[in-house]
């Protein structure tokens, strides 16, 4: 079994350019108009004038648990045991949409025909391009860069082999996901200018900054 | 994800797209329950006609045949219902050669429906065709007259063959006994949603399928009692039965409701407080009112008149609206029963992306 390929992500330097959405559809020669396998969301906090928002690029996390794989019916989506990375066979999918209820981030799309697809880390190209394909292989062996990385101008979404990427990230940001946060799916960095929150945690005056911490 | 958001959090809110479902999906949740509950009407009616010994024209048997009938219109309209909702219907179709994750509930549900639909295909042409039937009256009957008037000898040859291969007793014991376990297994519609855990609108394992069982059993058994009841005005013991079974199970479904309302209105999770909001407010807080009101009357016609049929206490002028009253509380629970589903899935809501500051 290989090692289990993974996204990073760090808030603090994605600038909500839409550069990796629109990256992904070019690569993978998708129509303008349909449903992207990476989002840019924006998630807000507190009330006008108090308000703040915090650009969130997000697309299949190659989940080590994989909701979708165990619903799905037909068993079309398979997660690899070579590089961890899940794929969609679209010769066996029913569009039955049950992944897309399970899915904890939205990742499945449908297009026209109804079948399912979403992002394979540039495994392949196209929907259900991902299927059957060898080993990940990272750039510097020949493999293709996840196009999401490869156009982000900011460098916030990082792709490779756990160990790797986990060397990348920050002590915050490795330690919770260690401890389970976001399901120990995906690497992101805490936004660092949050400084009373960040105050109330490294004093101890905030007793739910361990819950966090730990996930 | 309580603790994550009393901290300072960046959240965004994500509604499941309602393309990923369409109307189809709530009315196949509920037919293949719908099929379940009248498969065990008419199954149980079978047994008590046994225990009369009399195969003769009776209640028991314009029951079953009216059970056996709805299981199998519900059961096909519940295929019908996920076929149309399905990208490729072909591989659906084939689902021995297709459906191959026997951990998804979608798989395992497929084989409860069909499986069930057969059994019930089998017991309503047991309970249609032959001699004791041919010999029979009934408004259930309206098969026989219907293949009758196409002509060929069809109804002759079907009375025939259905006498050649009618099992004993004992086979038709257990044709209904594992019919019933098939109908019971319905129960699967509910876990086919109690495992998406990111949705706390569903994500009860035990509530939901059990509240999608007696709800929909509930309606199975009270759509036969209706159609039985159109053409058979008497409200015995027997009826009185199924009027009560009816009530109980309403009243329990009720309870099953309340307790989900309060764990909906009582949670700190952000989605299951964005659920709330929508139940409550704007055209889905009147789809609560008529899941209630529907089992609330089903619940009250069926215990009261029920009641009063089984022990013999229901005077004649009370019967004469006796009978319009359990049809009228019954289709209330029909519809209301069907609107439960449609709000679970209209009110659903998945817990949002969270980031934290630090």
Known sequence: MGEQWMFYFDPNRCIGCDACSIACKQRHDRDATADDWRTVSHLKRGEYPDFEDVPISMSCMHCHDAPCEEVCPPDAILKRD???????????????????????????????????????????????????????????????????????????????????????????????????????????EPIAEDAEAAEAIRSGEDDRADAWLNG | MIELLDLPAFVEFRWLPADYWDLSIPVYLYLAVVAGGAYLTGASACFLRSLRDSGACCLESEIARWGFLVAVLSAAGAGLAVLSHLAVVYRAILFPIYLTNFGSWITIGTWILVILSVLAVVCLVLQLFGEGPANDEGASLFPRRILAWVGFGLLERLDRLVDRVRPPMAGFAALHVVGSLFALATIYTGFELAIVDTVPLWNEPVLVPLLFLTSGVAAGIGLTLGLTMLFEREIGPVFGGYALAVGVLSGVSLLLVGYGWSALATSDSPAAAASYVQLTDGLLYVGVWVVVVGFLAALVAGLVLGAAAVTGRLSPSIERLGGPALIGSFGLLFVGSLVLRLLFLLAAEQDPVVVVGL
Not at chain 1, 98 to 126: F, I, Q, R, V
Not at chain 1, 140 to 164: F, H, L, M, R, Y
């Open chain 1, 82 to 188: 070579e590089d961890g990375i899940v794929t969609v066979d679209r010769d066996r999918c029913i569009g039955c949409h049950y992944c897309a209820w399970a899915c904890p981030y939205g990742a499945p799309t449908y297009g026209d025909d109804g079948l399912m697809s979403k992002c394979n880390m540039c495994l392949g190209e196209g929907p259900g391009g991902g299927h059957g394909q060898p080993p990940k292989q990272k750039a510097e062996d020949g493999g293709a860069k996840p196009s999401c990385v490869d156009n982000c101008v900011g460098e916030a979404i990082k792709a490779g082999p756990q160990s790797e990427v986990m060397d990348e990230a920050s002590e915050a940001a490795a330690r919770r996901f260690e401890n389970g946060a976001y399901g120990s799916r995906v690497i992101v």
